[in-house]
T-cell receptor
Framework: EDKVVQSPLSLVVHEGDTVTLNCSYE??????LLWYKQEKKAPTFLFMLTSSGIEKKSGRLSSILDKKELFSILNITATQTGDSAVYLC?????????????FGSGTRLLVRP | DTGVSQDPRHKITKRGQNVTFRCDPI?????LYWYRQTLGQGPEFLTYFQNEAQLEKSRLLSDRFSAERPKGSFSTLEIQRTEQGDSAMYLC???????????FGSGTRLTVV
């Protein structure tokens, strides 16, 4: 059965800290790994990774994928209170034209001023 | 509006009643997904349509749940004889090519009392 595991489940930091969120997976028919931010309603897209070793960056956020060890990390530097949210890791699985997302449980991040 | 719309936003129902939710995807998207998210968990895959064809249903989906997508446009998710364990956020997503292209709606929060 396809499985995505995130750690830690929750994290409390102070503004300015750097955080690392982890995602490991065991799936068949891997297509891509995606990170989302969820602040109460719809998950919003952050990154998509398909190849190992290529770091994706967007401002203070960055992510990297290791397809050999089957994990990804999401880094957030110089955290701000606006970064407080649940961060979801999802693996897209499937073949041909049929695919879907398998999510982890999420990491709840709270950034205190 | 170019996003994914879900209606209603909130639904409170008594145990044993039937409920129906609606999702209007992005018009160009041929794929439509239903997910269920309980407190502290990531979204769990329920079912998936490509155009009007329902291509996959989670084996966790009981026979009280049924989904349709007539004419490949909007979709409905019906839950018959609701149980307290059905209380959750029901998220709809649509996609054209997958990958970074999944767009989520804001969800319907169901409370069964």
């Amino acid at each position: 059965e396809d499985k995505v595991v995130q750690s830690p489940l929750s994290l409390v930091v102070h503004e300015g800290d750097t955080v690392t969120l982890n995602c490991s997976y065991e799936v068949t028919n891997f297509r891509s790994l995606l990170w989302y931010k969820q602040e109460k309603k719809a998950p919003t897209f952050l990154f998509m990774l398909t190849s190992s070793g290529i770091e994706k960056k967007s401002g203070r956020l960055s992510s990297i994928l290791d397809k050999k060890e089957l994990f990804s990390i999401l880094n957030i530097t110089a955290t701000q209170t606006g970064d407080s949210a649940v961060y979801l890791c999802a693996v897209e699985v499937g073949e041909d034209s049929s695919y879907k997302l398998i999510f982890g449980s999420g990491t709840r991040l709270l950034v205190r001023p | 509006d170019t996003g994914v719309s879900q209606d209603p936003r909130h639904k409170i129902t008594k145990r044993g009643q039937n409920v129906t939710f609606r999702c209007d995807p992005i018009s160009e998207h041929n794929r439509l997904y239903w997910y269920r998210q309980t407190l502290g968990q990531g979204p769990e895959f329920l079912t998936y349509f490509q155009n009007e064809a329902q291509l996959e249903k989670s084996r966790l989906l009981s026979d009280r749940f049924s989904a349709e997508r007539p004419k490949g446009s909007f979709s409905t998710l019906e839950i018959q004889r609701t149980e307290q364990g059905d209380s959750a956020m029901y998220l709809c997503a649509s996609s054209w090519l997958g990958g970074r292209g999944y767009t989520f709606g804001s969800g319907t929060r169901l409370t069964v009392v």
